[in-house]
């Protein structure tokens, strides 16, 4: 089959490109940078220059739609949420033999708007962090006096906000008392939306990855965040298999058949450290960043999401992988590490006690490839990706190009 991938500058679309360019599948890779780390792939078969569709969402749509004509793509995967969005509402562009790997709009909306999700959540019994659900910019000042403990946690409603043909994008917060709370309703424009003000889950982040079906998983796999960038929680550099938690895959069984979702996701809790309890925090309708764990531990997401966008469907539940093999991302670790020595104490203080040492990180770092271990870009059979990625990080850190 002839399949598109987009946003080859991500993680998650490079081992895409891998697993299904090694099923020998041909594989074309679009970004906003030429020489992205999907499109240096031996895997990938030709690359295109895409404007950025949170910038420009028509442009972007109307160059998918060409080279889905003239590269005769039978499927695309869509790899970002905003590509995802914009990609939902030019579905018609597309011609009626392109298949669109991704969930439709109104699923999207309804497990990607966190102030329903969380609302669900709690009528369904799942265990959740303490909630305040602030309508918009008005209600947060009446609703203040109700914030006492500190710090919170304060989640826009979505993490992408379509506003006429621009996307918004927005992202987690932090206050750590009243000045700085008020100050972010002040100041940020996504606040005049919906959201969420959390208690702040200390604790290890822990992911369940699912391909849905309506009613039921069809494959499954669980990860550990070991570390996080930025290090008080964000996107794993270093992650590790776990066993599957049966109140998780429950809890995620119960919030995706409430919208009869179709297709992967992923639903991310914390283990509250007072208690040990698996606490939701969000779920994204799309491939993740750690997605090449599950594919070297065993479960490959990519071919088996192709194949149920062609209606074929495993037989019986795939969910028999290796526990504690462990992904490293080098760059990303190298971040978290200079993050830590930047901040001090103050970022700390925000991790979980048994959390890694400076020091330890240091080691992590440097140690090579070894058995149990994958590194998430650099691959021997395949090691552009890597080279262009360590150029990229340079140019970044001398000037030369945006640090991501």
Not at 83 to 108: H, Q, W
Not at 226 to 241: A, D, I, M, N, W
Not at 308 to 321: A, F, G, V
Not at 347 to 369: D, F, H, N, Y
């Amino acid at each position: 089959m002839n399949i598109l991938v987009t946003d080859g500058e991500t993680r998650s679309a490079l081992a895409v490109t891998r697993s299904l360019g090694r099923k020998g599948h041909t594989v074309f890779v679009c970004g906003r940078e030429m020489n992205n780390i999907s499109a240096c792939s031996s895997f990938c078969r030709k690359a295109f220059l895409l404007p950025d569709p949170l910038a420009n969402g028509t442009g972007y749509s109307a160059a998918i739609a060409e080279i889905a004509l003239t590269e005769s793509i039978d499927l695309i995967f869509p790899v970002t949420e905003q590509s995802v969005y914009v990609l939902n509402r030019a579905r018609n562009r597309l011609g009626s033999s392109v298949i669109l790997a991704c969930a439709p709009p109104e699923k999207m909306a309804a497990v990607s708007n966190k102030y329903t999700l969380f609302q669900s959540a709690c009528r369904l019994g799942i265990a959740m962090p303490e909630t305040v659900y602030v309508a918009g910019m008005e209600d947060f000042f009446r609703q203040r006096h109700r914030i006492a403990d500190f710090p919170v946690v304060v989640k826009p409603s979505f993490s992408k906000i379509v506003e006429g043909e621009r996307i918004i994008s927005s992202g987690v917060m932090y206050a750590n008392d009243q000045d700085e709370l008020c100050r972010l309703y002040d100041t940020r424009a996504v606040l005049r939306y919906p959201s969420l003000i959390q208690e702040l889950i200390v604790g290890e982040g822990t992911g369940l990855f699912t391909l849905f079906d309506g009613d039921r998983h069809l494959a499954l796999f669980s990860h550990r965040r070991l570390l996080e960038k930025p290090p008080s929680g964000g996107v794993s550099v270093l992650s590790e298999s776990v066993p599957l938690d049966d109140g998780m895959v429950e809890a995620a069984r119960k919030l995706l058949a409430e919208v009869a979702w179709p297709g992967i996701a992923m639903v991310e809790f914390k283990r509250d450290i007072r208690d040990g309890t698996a606490k939701l925090m969000e779920i994204n309708g799309r491939f993740w960043g750690s997605l090449q764990l599950a594919v070297s531990a065993g479960v490959d997401f990519p071919a088996l999401c192709l194949d149920y966008y062609l209606d074929i469907k495993p037989s019986s539940l795939c969910w028999d992988y290796r526990v504690g093999h462990r992904l490293k991302w080098t760059f990303g670790l190298l971040d978290h590490l200079i993050i830590r020595l930047k901040s001090g104490r103050r970022m700390k203080a925000m991790l979980p006690p048994e959390s890694p040492t400076i020091v330890q990180v240091a080691r992590e770092l440097l140690r090579g490839r070894s058995t149990g271990t994958t590194l998430d870009v650099y691959d021997p059979q395949d090691p552009n990706p890597f080279a262009a990625e360590a150029r990229a990080y340079v140019g970044a850190l001398l000037g030369l190009s945006p640090r991501k």
